[in-house]
């Protein structure tokens, strides 16, 4: 088969889908990824052939706020969640469905695979006549800038003359890396949903040396806040929580933080600017981060606690459906402070029934199917192709 994946040009969009065309590629089949032009490297380390579509949701959000007249930093949430339907709903979908038509006209693939929020892959699939999936990067959820994202979709896929709705892959069947126990139960029952196993995937790179030589009786705690988030203020109170616990904690403060703003760290504590999480995770004891889907889909997988921080988008919804699952505990506003992190990180690496809970997760992702097997099955989903 020749398959073309696309996905909008970020980390916690792209990463997901990396494993499955990786995996289709080595077994045989003629494997394109198209994304924003500056995402491209990332892509082609895989040793995969990157195409050109659209932009990154960071240029297009930086477009936008362009346009603002004053400080955008001052703009109201519902301003903000305005903004960000705009640029999910009309700019990329538009920006990535122009790029993808004559890609798509010229390659003519059997199947187009394209990331949950990339609607623009969609769209062109749709109006080339070529079949399509939708591949998600997580949990679906329920948040405030999604209804937002959700309408203007909507009108921008009526615009297309294409019908359905993004909560359900316009009918498309949906690679589901999300374990089915705290998957949305409206998803579950609407969606046409291939079950697949959240695989990781990280930039090629070394773990620190103190990481893989070190006692491995004594705990070792991840922190991040992913690479859209530099909210030094909660990392400071973070570290302050954790640094008190008999415990390491490696911080990857990631490209938004400003590091000099965290001042002196403890000794316990190690800064790193990256890691590469996927290699990372088997070194854990828990994981204490802003809920994005990538490194909650990842600490299911290593069977780890979850102390979540959410920082916005879906990150609160994430971490609801964790702690209702067992496997974590969350702080937000007033409640995310250093003696809150020392608190709910010695209940998470103590309590037994956490521990107990986070193992049954994470043998339910163990025995989901693997990206190899699931390529194998893909065509008797699609019997044109």
Known sequence: ????????????????????????????????????????????????????????????????????????????????????????????????????????????PDLVIYETMNAGGAFAAKLAGIPSASHNFGRVAEYEA??????????????????????????????DICPESVQSLEFLAAAKRIPLRPTGWSTPGDLPAWITGRDRSRPLAYLTLGTQYGNTDVLTEAIAGLAVLDIDVLVATGPAVEVELLGDVPGNV????????????????????????????????????????????????????????????QLVDDDLTA??????????LTDTAVRDAVRALAKEVAAMPAPAEVVTTLPGYFPST
Do not use: C
């Open 146 to 175: 999604g209804k937002e994202i959700r309408e203007q979709v909507g009108t921008t896929a009526a615009e297309f003359g294409v019908e359905g709705e993004l909560e359900t892959a316009f009918g498309d069947p949906v690679l």
């Open 339 to 348: 003696e809150g992190v020392t608190e709910k990180t010695r209940a998470l």
């Open 1 to 108: 088969m020749r398959m073309i994946f696309t996905a909008l040009g970020g980390y916690g969009h792209a990463f997901p889908l990396i494993p499955l065309a990786v995996a289709a590629r080595d077994a045989g089949h003629d494997v394109s990824f198209a994304t924003a032009a500056s995402f491209l490297p990332n892509i082609e380390r895989a040793g995969i052939t990157g195409l050109q579509a659209g932009s990154t949701p960071q240029e297009a959000f930086m477009e936008e706020l362009n346009k603002v007249d004053g400080d955008p930093r001052g703009l109201p949430p519902d301003a903000l969640h305005q903004i960000t339907g705009r640029v999910f709903g009309e700019i990329l979908p538009r920006a990535v469905a122009a790029d993808l038509e004559p890609v798509l006209a010229e390659w003519r």
């Open 270 to 329: 190690r800064l790193e600017r990256w890691v590469p999480q996927h290699e990372l995770l088997p070194h854990l004891d828990i994981v204490v981060h802003h809920g994005g889907s990538g490194t909650t889909m990842g600490a299911f997988g290593a069977g780890l606690p979850q102390l979540f921080l959410p920082q916005g988008a879906d990150q609160l919804a994430n971490a609801e459906a964790s702690v209702k699952a067992g496997v974590a505990a």
